[in-house]
């Protein structure tokens, strides 16, 4: 049974750093594409971040590029999201998801993506 958790959000400052963890269990992740998955209060999700195991490369929304970046531990079967310079419009609760596909899909920075598994998620609040 494929299960995704997310760990490590929080309330932080402005210009403050986190680091979401996802822990994939019931599957080997490094199989597949893991993305991350952001929904603002009153707003449609929005992808955010992606690691595709097919290219071997990471995938970024603009409005997240240079700050955010996606790694895996292959060991832990865990999927990481460093969050830096985070900003006020970073709140929201943050997803990680696969289609277990080997490859990244749908346009990051949008709501067009298709994921079939999901998990529960964890707020990530940023104010001062």
């Known amino acids: 049974q494929v299960q995704l958790v997310e760990s490590g959000g929080g309330l932080v400052q402005p210009g403050g750093s986190l680091r979401l963890s996802c822990a994939a269990s019931?599957?080997?992740?490094?199989?597949?594409?893991i993305g991350w998955i952001r929904q603002a209060p009153g707003k449609e999700r929005e992808g955010v971040s992606c690691?595709?195991?097919?290219?071997?490369?990471?995938y970024y929304g603009d409005s997240v590029k240079g700050r955010f970046t996606i790694s895996r531990d292959y060991a832990k079967n865990t999927v990481y999201l460093q969050m830096n310079s985070l900003k006020p419009e970073d709140t929201a609760v943050y997803y990680c998801a696969t289609d277990l596909r080997s490859y990244c899909t749908g346009v990051l920075g949008t709501g067009d993506f298709e994921y079939d598994y999901w998990g529960q998620g964890t707020q990530v609040t940023v104010s001062s």
């Open positions: 019931g599957f080997r992740s490094e199989g597949y594409a």
């Open positions: 690691h595709s195991v097919s290219d071997g490369l990471t």
